[in-house]
């Protein structure tokens, strides 16, 4: 019944679209003050359970109050602002005269048979600042003292020329001043879309500059989508025990794992649920922590009981016989699930705290809990070498019994962490995922010989990358020049080099590189045309391929090779992908 | 078959969603014969053409008795069989794809590659059948109740091949015969995106069409099947799919039941134009979070998805995500019209450009003469001089000194052009070609320039007084506005 974003909720975070179209990022908390900057201030308990994507007024403050209150403005009224549509002569010349029916143009004639002006156009008026008889200085007095809509209303009173002015530029100069003075902003959601909107402005590195329409064509292609296995009565155990594993590698601060998280059906808590949390409005930090304190206890009271997901974390304060899912270290899900790859030793997923996922401050109610699992490449190719995945001593019951709680707690704490970070590492190095999902700074030429072969036959490859120089060497190292020279060495059973075959190039099909843009358009009434102006910069590239399984390597997977050759072969397959 | 509620529950999950370990018989896969030669097949045991050796699928690669095809991992490579066509033969099914081994599948050449499953082919088929393929023929047998002998082991053909993949929406519409336009992956996958469509949305869909926007919708809703095994409170996705045509909808009907998807679409045969999105008496309307309209005037569909109405198809609890798809221009403006007269907000139009780059190595020079697929002249102004010098040289002696000439010939390495470009021809089997030459990206030779306008807009829940007093309860103020309004502190602290 509930939706995401039905209404504003507490602890949220949303932006605010300021007259200016730049986004305002704010987390909105209850019985505090929001303050937008230029347009003033008002009490966040005004936005709390309102919905979205409306427009809000800050009205002006009464004597009475200490803040200003807001009003909802209705569609209606800003689109009969933009509705100028029965006479829109043209200012320039990409905007013909056109009187429409329905928005369609019927006739472009400005001038009559006879050559006179039919309709009356900008050609006498005169682009000049001094006609605004009010000055700057009286303008801001203006503001000072009333309220918006009266200020642009001697605006254009003031405008000596506004007369002279077609109806169309009438409507736009007034557009231009409603922007500027009236105090509106529209609230709109976190989501993807908002996020990348935001996030580009201000620092477009951060995401690798990755639009919108990349990001759809990153999700279609890596076919993530929900794979949990409720409702599907029969097969369900051997379905599950493979089904819907990702993995990821992201350098874009978490935007691509939360758009992978959406996709699977892991970004949002379930909105019931955050709402009742909510509602103890003392903030979830100290039941956190004694929800943390009660998971210590009921480990040491019995070892090694990793239960399920708590249905709800705030409950099992009350009802301590449910197992719960840990906050520090819990055991990972087992399908639908995202295995982030990282170069530094902690992940960089900042921007899912945006959506309720802080690994500082673990939601154990958060689907990214347990479903989202990291591991670091030395934990990957050579866990050995990784303290963490180093079982810590084990300690005999009786012995425990005599440690203090606290030492006890941090050994229960090290023997979790040792038994996650095992399990994470054993499940990505048993490969068979549905699918690689690669947006890095690294070189894709070095990931993907380890990570191709984790990917199951007829699973999924995507690659995006701002430029496409990276991508079209991945291009060449798949092409089918190289691959029939491979096919050629193995057929003489002659071992590929390495250095010219950095990987096995018979192991993708249809690599296939693509970009995207979305060209944007202006739909004003009578005046449609693409945007004068847009974003420059990165134009986004994905690779696309699915994983195959060659024919020698079904063959020699059934032990048919005769001795000497499946040696050939194996190391072939070895040097090429391990 | 107006308003009719399409649906089946066979429990079998669906093949787009649930990727099972292996191959398996009367399930979907998608052959992939080469770039953007896919071919959809529903893998069966049961022959019913005649063939020796079972169902059998020819392409222009071979034939692939399906008895190769199943039980095998997906993404496998898999090698033509020679078939025998029985005493029936095969009338019906070499009209569409013709037979006849090609070079192969996948754009590989086939290299004379030494496989021992061609090598075996030598032996006997009792050979085959204990070695290799039991598992296979265990099921063929069974599930025609025959002794296993009945049906033939397939013999490869050692030409063609053809990969098998699971199916997805991406490979579903790359495969589409058309039926109508199709919305493709560049254009659905962003409007998907934009529409903020999650599992657990519900979609509206007009018109079906060939299915293809069907299928990826039906992907990105999707958060399980049948909601009585869940929780109460949990939305199940749904897409409400409607079409006017009537021989479309049957074949839709059709393909949704056998790709398990009917739970999940729900196909309704009507024209929303005139008739609206409102399901049979018994159904609950849609509650639609999305709303994709493809089709002429969607300004006309639009009347019926506004907010008020008697049975509204909207979700009344939450904002509604429209685009529209029109290829002209106008049919935008009137839309647009239509969304600003009727309270849509965060209007927006746009167009995806999409493209798909070719990657090559461009060879150039004086030592690619002759060669295939290449520029041979001149790579370096150091080439050039030193070709030139070489005429310059030949034609001075040539007049000169043509005694001289021929008496040293062989030194003077004059060269007929017949042996330069044999010379040429020796070395490049031992260069590494597919590492020379610049490493260039461009277009590929075809683009899609327009395929659609998107217009975007957003319908924001209904907001009525009553909602406000509500949210004003809930969230009071009365203490940062002066705390004079007791009562409202505590609704504030309650929250
Ligand atoms: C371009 S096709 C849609 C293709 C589809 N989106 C796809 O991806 O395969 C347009 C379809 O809309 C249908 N259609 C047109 N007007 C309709 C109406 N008023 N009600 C229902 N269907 C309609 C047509 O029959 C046609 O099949």
Known sequence: ?578 | MSNDVLETTNGQPSPFFHTTSLTEADSLAILHLKRDSLLPLTLRTAADEGYAEGAVTNTRFGSFPHSTLIGIEWGSQVRASKVDTGSRGRKKKETKEQLGPEGGGGGVPVVAVDDPRTRKKRKSDDDLTASELPAKKLKQGASNGQPPVAARVAVEAGSGFIHVLPPTPETWTASLDHRTQVVYTPDYSYILQRLRVRPGSTIIEAGAGSGSFTHAAARAVFNGYSPSLTNKSKRHGKVYSYEYHEPRVATLCQELSSHGLSNIVHLTHRDVCSSGFALSPEHPPPQADAIFLDLPAPWLALKHLARFTADAPLNPHGPVHLCTFSPCIEQVMSTVSYLRRNAWTEISMCEVQNRRIDVRRERVGLKEEGLRGVNASAATVEEAIDRLREVECKLSDYHSNRAAVEVKGEQKKIQSKAERLEKIKLEAETRKLYMEGNLVQRSEPEVRTHTSYLVFATLPRAWGEEDERGAGEMWGVGEVMGGRDKVAVEGGKKG
């Not at chain 1, 994905?542 to 195959?548: I, L, Q, S």
């Open chain 1, 1 to 578: 019944m509930s939706t995401v974003h039905s209404h504003i909720r507490p602890n949220a975070y949303l932006f605010l679209r300021l007259p200016s179209d730049l986004l305002k990022l704010i987390e909105i908390k209850p019985n505090t003050i929001i303050d937008t900057g230029k347009l003033g201030s008002f009490p966040s308990n005004l936005l709390l359970g309102r919905p979205y994507y409306y427009k809000y007024e800050i009205l002006d403050k009464t004597e009475s109050e200490a803040y200003s209150r807001l009003r909802i403005v209705p569609p209606s009224e800003l689109n009969a602002e933009i509705l100028t549509e029965d006479a829109t002569p043209s200012e320039s010349r990409g905007d013909p005269a056109t009187p429409t029916v329905n928005g369609v143009p019927e006739a472009y004639d400005l001038v009559g048979e006879d050559g006179t002006v039919v309709m009356k156009n900008n050609r006498l008026t005169i682009d000049d600042a001094s006609r605004q008889a009010l000055s700057q200085q009286e303008i801001e007095e203006l503001k000072k003292s009333s309220g918006g809509k009266e200020i642009i209303e001697k605006i254009l009173a003031n405008h000596a020329g506004l007369e002279e002015k077609t109806t169309f530029s009438k409507a736009k100069y007034t557009l231009r001043k409603t922007k500027k003075y009236l105090k509106r902003f529209t609230v709109l959601p976190m989501d993807m879309g908002n996020l990348i909107d935001y996030v580009m402005v201000k620092e477009a590195p951060r995401i690798m500059e990755m639009t919108e329409e990349s990001l759809g064509l990153v999700t279609a292609w890596s076919n993530a989508h929900y794979s949990g296995c409720d409702g599907i009565v029969e097969k369900a155990d051997e379905l599950c025990a493979g089904g819907g594993r990702w993995l990821v590698i992201d350098d874009t601060g978490g935007l691509v794992v939360a758009a992978l998280a959406e996709r699977m059906d892991l970004l949002f808590r379930d909105p019931e649920e955050a709402q009742d949390s909510a509602d103890q409005v003392n903030g979830t930090a100290t039941s956190n922590r004694a929800l943390e304190t009660f998971a210590l206890e009921v480990e040491s009271a019995q070892p090694g009981a990793n239960g399920g997901l708590a249905e709800n974390g705030q409950e099992t304060t009350d009802t301590p016989t449910k197992a719960t899912s840990h906050l520090d270290f819990p055991i990972p899900a087992r399908t639908d699930t995202i295995t982030l790859l990282h170069p530094a030793v902690q992940p960089n997923v900042s921007l899912l705290k945006y959506f309720g996922y802080d690994t500082n401050q673990p939601d154990p109610l958060h689907p990214l809990h347990t479903h989202l699992s990291t591991l670091s490449w030395l934990q990957l190719l050579q866990p050995e070498s990784d303290v963490t995945y180093r079982e810590p001593e084990h300690t005999a019951d009786h012995i425990l019994r005599t440690w203090k709680s606290g030492k006890r707690g941090t050994y229960w704490k090290k023997r979790r962490r040792w038994e996650r970070c095992k399990a994470i590492v054993d499940d990505a190095r048993r490969g068979e995922f549905d699918g690689l999902v690669l947006a890095s700074n690294m070189d894709p030429t070095s990931i993907l010989p380890h990570t191709i072969p984790l990917i199951r036959g007829g699973g999924h490859v995507v690659i995006f990358s701002p430029t496409p120089e990276p991508l079209v060497k991945v291009m060449d190292l798949y092409s089918k020049e190289r691959r029939a020279a491979y096919i050629n060495h193995i057929s003489k059973e002659e071992i590929p080099d390495p250095v010219d075959f950095p990987v096995d190039p018979r192991m993708l099909l249809a690599p296939t590189l693509q970009t995207s843009r979305a060209k944007e358009w202006q739909v004003l009434p009578g005046r449609t045309h693409p945007m004068m102006t847009s974003r420059g910069g990165a134009e986004g590239y994905v690779f696309t391929a699915r994983k195959v399984v060659p024919l020698e390597g079904g063959v020699m997977a059934k032990g048919n090779y005769a001795g000497k050759k499946r040696k050939a072969v194996e190391a072939v397959e070895g040097g090429a992908e391990g």
